[in-house]
């Protein structure tokens, strides 16, 4: 249930683009009178499920707020990147700032992993996961090593999709694709986790 409840802006991004795709006129006169002239039937669709994904995001705050009197700083931060990057794509009319969106959380994710274990050898992961595993100090700077290269890699992939395929594309990509790839690589990480697991308790 939280794995959904974390990928509610995501998911309403699509819906919303699909949505917008599928009565564009609709889209277009509602956008219309909220950002003005200027934009066409074809810009409706991602302008739509670009609002749509800050208000989302924005009511994910509301939401753990209500429940647990406080937010988690990583909501904060994506908040205030779609906030920018979103609200850029509304302002100027163009799909380019919410396509790099991604890009920028992923890197900004892999630049945190890097540069804590780097300048105040910090391993975050080790504190996300220590509690729950035992692992040889080694395996754990390999491990902070393969998300922060995962998430730097997801980036790139992100721009792949925007500059050379089509913006519907992109738009599954976002979500079937993240989904997807994320799942895979923490399956992977299962296995090789398992390894050492198993080698550790002998």
Same mark, same amino acid.
């Given at each position: 249930?939280?794995?959904?409840?974390?990928?509610?802006?995501?998911?309403?991004?699509?819906?919303? !683009?699909?949505?917008?795709?599928?009565?564009?006129?609709?889209?277009?006169?509602?956008?219309?009178?909220?950002?003005?002239?200027?934009?066409?039937?074809?810009?409706?669709?991602?302008?739509?499920?670009?609002?749509?994904?800050?208000?989302?995001?924005?009511?994910?705050?509301?939401?753990?707020?209500?429940?647990?009197?406080?937010?988690?700083?990583?909501?904060?931060?994506?908040?205030?990147?779609?906030?920018?990057?979103?609200?850029?794509?509304?302002?100027?009319?163009?799909?380019?700032?919410? %396509?790099? %969106?991604?890009?920028?959380? !992923?890197?900004?994710?892999?630049?945190?992993?890097?540069?804590?274990?780097?300048?105040?050898?910090?391993?975050?992961?080790?504190?996300?996961?220590?509690?729950?595993?035992?692992?040889?100090?080694?395996?754990?700077?390999?491990?902070?090593?393969?998300?922060?290269?995962?998430?730097?890699?997801?980036?790139?992939?992100?721009?792949?999709?925007?500059?050379?395929?089509?913006?519907?594309?992109?738009?599954?990509? %976002?979500?079937?694709?993240?989904?997807?790839?994320?799942?895979?690589?923490?399956?992977?990480?299962?296995?090789?986790?398992?390894?050492?697991?198993?080698?550790?308790?002998?």
């Amino acid at each position: 249930m939280k794995f959904l409840f974390d990928l509610l802006p995501v998911i309403l991004f699509f819906a919303a !683009y699909k949505l917008g795709g599928a009565h564009p006129e609709a889209a277009h006169a509602l956008l219309s009178g909220w950002l003005g002239d200027g934009i066409t039937v074809t810009q409706a669709p991602i302008l739509i499920a670009t609002a749509v994904a800050i208000a989302a995001t924005a009511l994910q705050i509301v939401l753990v707020w209500l429940r647990h009197r406080r937010v988690d700083t990583m909501l904060w931060v994506s908040l205030a990147i779609i906030t920018v990057f979103g609200g850029a794509t509304l302002f100027f009319h163009n799909p380019t700032f919410i %396509k790099w %969106k991604p890009t920028a959380l !992923y890197w900004l994710f892999g630049s945190v992993l890097l540069g804590s274990a780097a300048l105040l050898h910090r391993n975050l992961i080790r504190n996300m996961l220590e509690a729950q595993i035992r692992l040889p100090d080694p395996v754990w700077g390999r491990l902070n090593l393969a998300w922060a290269g995962f998430f730097i890699a997801m980036g790139l992939l992100n721009l792949y999709v925007a500059y050379n395929f089509s913006e519907e594309t992109w738009v599954d990509f %976002k979500l079937f694709g993240g989904i997807g790839l994320m799942l895979a690589f923490v399956l992977g990480q299962g296995f090789y986790l398992s390894r050492h697991l198993e080698e550790e308790s002998h």
